[in-house]
């Protein structure tokens, strides 16, 4: 499975579920809004003795994590075996279906770090020639690294040694010293729809959580109705060419997400999937067919009123 700004939800699926996830959210969204100018800074901080240490170290991690696909059947043919028959298998399946979704990602670091270079950084490539491979310069090979590496440290988080996680966020830290701080301008790419939904996010007290958990429960039985929403969403994001910000939006939804209260199990029992409905639907609002739209407000309507 590989990561795509396109199927941005995915990615903000697992980062979200990740105990530093946010923190891989920004790395993200710093490498989506970075110019040619901030690239020379990272790249200007890019060492490769350190980094080819540390992902030895990285490489080891990343083959000891099973694919969620695999994980995800072991729990389901396990119960099946033990317990056929049995009334209660189904919600047991069920709970163990989530406890995985809490630890398991859909697809790997290695995916994360072709993200950051192929996609994000795709502007930074010549069209191919002929077949052959694009091409790009070794500036722009090295910004991506170290923004690569930033993102994999928080992504791996405690998968990792302490010194190995520092010696992968080192360069892109220091680099975020000497740049501007990112801030507000990041909201510059984001409807004002998806803006009031993040700040919604961010200020969530106990009874406003408790209210989202019992629409997402409420609206399960319409799953493949919201399927259908969410692919009509995206393919209206990808018609109009907002593939990108559609993405900074879904990071930023990440962040807000944790900021405001909600934590691995929300997003495995159903909640990620309400918030990033909602999202996608106002990155498109005004292309988005009426009855779409709706499908895809309807929890966060029944949680906070439209």
Do not use: K
């Not at 003795?49 to 389901?76: F, G, I, K, N, Q």
């Not at 043919?77 to 859909?106: H, W």
């Not at 962040?255 to 495995?268: H, P, S, V, W």
């Amino acid at each position: 499975m590989h990561y795509s700004l396109v199927s941005s939800p995915v990615l903000g699926f697992d980062l979200v579920r990740l105990p530093a996830g946010d923190s891989a959210a920004d790395v993200v969204i710093r490498a989506l809004q970075a110019g040619p100018g901030e690239l020379d800074v990272f790249a200007s901080r890019h060492d490769a003795a350190a980094r080819s240490a540390a992902w030895e170290v990285v490489r080891a991690a990343v083959a000891e994590v099973r694919p969620l696909t695999d994980v995800l059947s072991d729990v389901a043919n396990g119960l099946l075996e033990r317990e056929f028959g049995d009334a209660g298998a189904a919600d047991r399946l069920e709970d163990g279906v989530v406890r995985v979704l809490q630890a398991s990602t859909v697809a790997d670091a290695d995916a994360l770090v072709r993200l950051v270079h192929h996609d994000v950084l795709d502007w930074t490539w010549t069209l191919p020639v002929e077949g052959g491979p694009g091409l790009r310069t070794e500036g722009a090979a090295r910004a991506a690294d170290v923004l690569a590496d930033a993102a994999v440290s928080a992504y791996l988080g405690d998968r990792l040694p302490a010194e190995v996680r520092r010696a992968l966020a080192g360069p892109y830290l220091s680099a975020c010293r000497e740049l501007a701080p990112a801030g507000a301008p990041e909201l510059d790419d984001v409807p004002a729809g998806v803006a009031a939904v993040l700040d919604r996010l961010t200020r969530l007290d106990g009874t406003d959580r408790a209210c989202l958990r019992a629409a997402a429960d409420g609206d399960r039985a319409v799953g493949g109705e919201w399927a259908a929403a969410v692919h009509e969403a995206s393919w209206a994001v990808h018609l109009s060419g907002r593939t990108r910000s559609a993405a900074v939006a879904q990071l930023l939804a990440v962040r807000a997400f944790r900021a405001g209260g909600l934590d691995a199990a929300d997003a495995a029992g159903g909640l990620w999937n309400l918030v990033s409905g909602v999202v996608h639907a106002e990155v498109v609002a005004d292309l988005l067919p009426g009855e779409a739209r709706d499908v895809l407000l309807r929890p966060w309507d029944a949680a906070f009123g439209r």
